[in-house]
């Protein structure tokens, strides 16, 4: 299957011009179309959604004393955006693909914008949730449309470098989250967080308008699945949910596997039902594709060890060394430069080697990085520290780009929207499951070590209800002090909770770190995409 790429620079009357193959790209016209300015111009709009996946953090303990919110209330926030953001991705390049990514590109722009605006106007926890949600569905839009424009802009020869480019606005982004908002909260207000967006959105949509060109495959689809949209949908939704509701009801709870085992049925019904309707949501011989499938388990895999390693180190460095949210974003600044500096020159070696070398590489330096977050200690250095920071961001890079360029690059012209859909929620998915996993992996830990280091430090007894309390606070690193404790009381339980902590994290980085290994091997199935365009009529390999 032959796909050809019709690009629209008409206005209405106008001739269109000729077809192009899908595997070149198009010659631009002035300002329009022109590769580097997309790229400029996708990455700004890319920036929104990866910065709110960090940035809103540091503002939910401010948002919940002015509104008032209980815990619950403010976990929503969250989760409210991530289960938007993660079910709705795959339909949404789907919509890209159909309509034009340029279309949905804006729309999610000007969307993620407006519901940024109402965010910082609201003034209660269920409006502030609410369109938490509106962010998480014109995200959705917004990113698979972006890596669909890359494709359909760049020349095969330089794909590598404008995809290492963005993710390393992607990496800059979600690490300097936490450091802009601390800045944003402490000195201005929880609302200038959201705020931000609109003259970000703004600038965006300028861009947009005057630059990017639509690009429509001539096989792309003229029909949605709708029964495939909701199967899919309510899969994703129950995995999903399943994955952030398991550290509150535990993994061993009854309505932990009903969605799990509901996740999976209807995963099943969705892959039946993709066989039997003449345009799928997903064609599931798009996994003939050896190389695409390996780069979304990697995906994954890469996600499971960063985003869940991560997790807890935000908690080491706020409540073990005690810095305050700035610092602590701060001393991340190693992890962040070397994403800055390793992504485009990922690209390059992609470029040159193709990408098995440099993901298999990258891999490896994420599995030595996660072992040497193991050994960290409650006195470790903040130079120590910045070592390993720095080789997680070294390892990350090339796999950020190189899976995604995989992904994208494996996938027909038509299906790039679908493409980076996956892209997004195998990363959406694996960070779910690290943050769980690993969670849970901490949880027991704590729980085992706890009561035998809280009798040797010779600490009063607790009941079970109170061991059960001091247990949840020491997961994140929090001593469980009552107020009026004498002081040398307060330094016997505070030398215990991190103790038990660095435990616990040191057995989940070891986890990590052996998840990265396993991804090693998986990126030896990788191979750069330039047969994409010949369509999926075989594996390839």
Known sequence: MTSQTTIDTTGPGDKAPAATPSGSAPEAA?????????????????????????????????????????????????????????????????????????????IGVVGFAAASGAIGLSDSIALVVTFRVFQGLFGALLM??????????????????????????IGASTAGGPILGGVLVEHVSWQSVFFINVPVGV???????????????????????????????????????ALIKAPAWGWGDGKTWAFVVGSAVLFAAFGFWETKVSEPLIPLALFRSVPLSAGVVLMVLMAIAFMGGLFFVTFYLQN????????????????TGMMIVGSPLAGLAITKLGPRIPLAGGMAATAIAMYGMSTLETDTSSGVMSVWFALLG???????????????????????????????AAMQIGGSLGTAVLGAVMASKVDSDLP??????????????????????????????????????????????????????SLASLVAAGVAVVAVFVAFLTKRGENAEAGMGGAHI
């Open 30 to 106: 002035g300002l329009r179309g022109h590769p580097w300015l997309t790229l400029i111009t996708v990455a700004v709009g890319v920036m929104m959604v990866a910065l709110d996946g960090t940035i809103v953090a540091i503002a939910n303990p401010a948002i919940q004393k002015d509104l008032g919110a209980t815990f619950a209330q403010v976990q929503w926030i969250t989760n409210g955006y991530f289960l938007a953001l993660a079910v709705s991705l795959i339909t949404a390049g789907k919509l890209g693909d159909r309509f034009g990514h340029r279309q949905t590109f804006l």
């Open 144 to 169: 698979p449309a972006a890596l669909g424009l890359l494709r359909a802009t760049f020349p095969a020869e330089k794909l590598n470098m404008a995809i290492g480019i963005w993710g390393m606005v």
């Open 203 to 241: 600038v965006a949509l300028v861009l947009g308008s005057l630059i990017l060109l639509d690009h429509r495959a001539e096989n792309a689809p003229r029909s949605f699945d709708l029964l495939g949209i909701a199967l899919l949908s309510g899969a994703m939704f129950c995995l999903v949910w």
């Open 320 to 335: 073990v060394h005690g810095m305050s949210p700035i610092d602590a974003g701060l001393h991340l600044l190693p992890l």
């Open 394 to 424: 070294f390892g990350l890079a090339p796999v950020m780009v190189g899976a995604t360029e995989v992904i994208v690059g494996n996938a027909p012209m038509e299906l790039s929207g679908v493409a980076g859909g996956l892209q997004q």
């Open 452 to 505: 035998g280091n809280w009798t040797a430090a010779g600490l009063p007894p607790l009941t079970s209800a109170q061991l059960d309390q001091a247990s949840e606070a020491v997961q994140v690193g929090v001593a469980p002090v009552a107020p009026g404790t004498p002081a040398a009381i307060v330094a016997k339980i505070t030398d215990v909770a991190h103790d038990t902590f660095i435990s616990g994290m």
